[in-house]
């Protein structure tokens, strides 16, 4: 059974996804959670929490994709694709992962972790998050040179995010990232 904080995450989750954060009220979050509003600020201390909660949320769900695209047995190669592959999926899917990751945020959203918090918390943005990539992929490769090609492909996918291809889904980024490497004395 989820706790309390969990199911109220579930509904401002889903609201968010139904409408702008502006109009995300929170008596309809605590009604839709199941519990009642001073639940909810027990919880979170108001929208501001609550929306910085989201957000914290948002970003494990990517760093928990990225340990299973890291996770199997595999080559390299295979595993790196495989992260940039969920990079550009799950910034598709969803608005709060692809503005943690691009740094780009708009008034639909909840305010960005770092902005209106605490002094001393870290703020989440691209570079937490490219920075969590790697160390995390250090762990699971056992390299830094590895690492420092996660993350290469990690900044890859980021533009492709930025400046996608014509044709969206066409596979483009996955065929770029499989190519053997080209380098001007190989040619």
């Not at 570079?127 to 993350?151: I, N, P």
Request: glycine fraction near 10%.
């Amino acid at each position: 059974m989820p706790t309390a904080r969990e199911s109220l995450l579930e509904a401002a989750g889903a609201a968010l996804s139904a409408r702008p954060w502006p109009a995300v009220r929170m008596v309809e979050v605590a009604a839709a959670a199941g519990v009642s509003r001073q639940t909810l600020y027990n919880e979170f201390a108001g929208k501001a929490g609550l929306g910085h909660a989201l957000v914290r949320r948002e970003a494990a769900w990517y760093l928990d994709g990225v340990d299973r695209a890291l996770g199997p047995p595999a080559a390299t190669a295979e595993r790196l694709a495989a992260v940039a592959e969920w990079t550009v999926r799950a910034a598709r899917a969803r608005p709060l992962v692809r503005a943690l990751l691009t740094g780009c945020w708009n008034g639909n959203l909840p305010v960005p972790a770092g902005q209106g918090v605490r002094p001393g918390v870290p703020a989440l943005g691209p570079a937490e998050l490219v920075r969590s990539v790697r160390e995390r992929a250090d762990g699971a490769l056992g390299s830094g040179e590895a690492a420092q090609r996660c993350e290469l492909a990690v900044r890859l996918a980021l533009s492709y995010l930025i400046a996608p291809a014509a044709q969206p889904g066409s596979g483009e980024l996955l065929r770029l990232l499989n190519e053997p490497n080209r380098t001007a004395g190989g040619r």
